[in-house]
């Protein structure tokens, strides 16, 4: 086990992670789950966000397993190699902001940086605007992180807080098997507490076990590895260090064979799966994720590995991705593949403000 | 005699641990620098960089939990 692990924490970690989500995101696909959408971090929590009925965007209502895995996969690794440790403190009420802005952001995109690797590996060629954004935003954050900028320490906390996310995915799991009903309106329609899409792309999903274990293997990988798809590019222009990038590059070309095998690689802008084809509020709307991604200090993915391991402070910035979902659908902010939403392009705007608010202020206070 | 600098970089995100050990090694050149880090992330991060920048690695895991890494050059 610990060769595995020594392994997994070589430079060689990152790259095996990276073709492992490569190949299984596209295998999910072909399973069941939407098209380009193996694995997207910011979309399986709005699909989280709508199966709890904090949106009633009736096309994406399902409890993504594969979320469930990433924190619980995340956490047996934790407490295999002795790095579960429960800490917090470090500006949690600006890490929930972070992380609802990241999200409007990337539904403007729609996707997380997972996501965007994932569908340019699919042919999808309006990802190269977000991906494009997402560096921007990256480079941005660099700046501020150049600056000074720091959301101050944690402390270690109560091993019963570390639980608190994992038990949290406990219970999306026993509501996700169960589907509780606590009846119908007038109409026929059930009231919840418990929404899953009957439609749409919520209702597109590999089969629960499949998307489950392949959840708990690249969270247990990824705890291993630091896999970061938004610390890959903020290490390259920060520190010069690829180590997390060759895990990206390695993801791109190994969900690229695997599309191109499966038969799901189909290049283009248009007609493309869950996208629309706006270069602006494409580009526009991973700005925005990039750099709440980065002053949060990594991807929506790490987040989720991270609140695995103990981190309260994680777990916030992912109750706010989670939040913040259910707010995007109720508030036009998310694009559909129609388009942007009618308050899709403000939400980025106002977003982009209170980052830069966030970066220009936050400092380390000395005791 | 050998500059010994000291950081603590105990509780910090990604990736300021790195940072301040970086700024660090920039600013001395030669001599020793002691880094306090209590996350395994960061023990890698610090000492992945430290050992590409020419400097000797070594890591002390302390008795609450953290790690002491003495860099030196």
Redo the contacts between chains.
């Keep these: 086990m610990s060769f595995i692990s020594r392994f997994l924490?070589s430079r060689w970690g990152p790259i095996v992670t990276g073709i492992v989500v490569g190949i299984l995101a596209p295998v999910l696909v072909k399973l069941g789950n939407p098209g380009n959408m193996g694995v997207c971090v910011v979309c399986f929590s709005r699909d989280i966000a709508g199966a709890l009925g904090l949106h009633r965007a009736g096309v994406v209502q399902y409890i993504r397993p594969e979320i469930i895995g990433f924190v619980l996969g995340a956490l047996v690794a934790a407490l295999i190699?002795r790095?579960f440790?429960p800490?917090t403190?470090?500006a949690p009420i600006v890490r929930f902001l972070l992380g609802m802005f990241a999200v409007f952001g990337a539904l403007v995109f729609l996707g997380c940086p997972w996501r965007a690797y994932l569908r340019l590996s699919g042919g999808d060629w309006n990802a190269i605007f977000g991906i494009l954004g997402l560096v921007v935003g990256i480079w941005v954050g660099v700046v501020f992180?150049r600056m000074g900028f720091?959301?101050?320490?944690?402390?270690?906390a109560p091993k019963a807080m570390g639980w608190v996310m994992p038990a949290i995915m406990v219970v999306l799991l026993l509501l996700l098997i169960l589907a509780p009903q606590f009846g119908r309106d007038a109409n026929g329609n059930p009231t919840g507490p418990i929404f899953f899409s009957p439609s749409g792309p919520g209702s597109q999903h590999a089969p629960l076990i499949i998307s489950l274990v392949i959840g708990l293997f690249i969270g247990f990988l990824a705890q291993r590895s630091?896999f970061?798809t938004v610390?890959a590019i903020?290490?390259v222009i920060?520190?010069r260090?690829a180590?997390l990038f060759y895990g990206i590059l390695a993801l791109i070309a190994a969900a690229f064979i695997t599309n191109f095998a499966l038969g799901q690689f189909h290049p283009g802008f248009e007609k493309q799966p869950i996208a629309h084809t706006d270069e602006l509020w494409n580009f526009g709307g991973m700005v925005l994720a990039g750099l709440a991604f980065t002053l949060?200090?990594?991807c929506p993915g790490r987040q989720l590995f991270l609140s695995g391991e103990g981190d309260g402070?994680a777990a916030v910035f992912v109750s706010g991705m989670i939040v913040g979902a259910g707010f995007a659908h109720v508030y036009t902010i998310a694009s559909s593949p129609a388009g942007v939403g009618a308050f899709g392009p403000m939400s980025v705007i106002v977003g982009l403000v209170v980052c830069i608010v966030i970066g220009l202020t936050m400092r380390?206070t000395k005791a | 005699m050998s500059d010994i600098k000291e950081i603590d970089a105990r509780g910090l995100s990604c990736p300021q641990p790195v940072m301040l050990a970086d700024q660090a090694i920039q600013k001395l050149e030669k001599g020793t620098v002691e880094v306090l880090v209590d996350s395994a992330t960061a023990r890698e991060n610090v000492s992945r960089l430290a050992r590409y920048s020419g400097w000797q690695v070594s890591v002390e895991e302390q008795p609450e939990g953290s790690y002491r890494l003495v860099l030196k050059k």
Aim: overall charge positive.
């Design positions: 924490m190699f790095e440790k800490r403190g470090s992180l720091s959301l101050g320490r944690s402390r270690p630091r970061c610390g903020r290490d920060l520190l260090d180590h949060a200090g990594g402070d380390e």
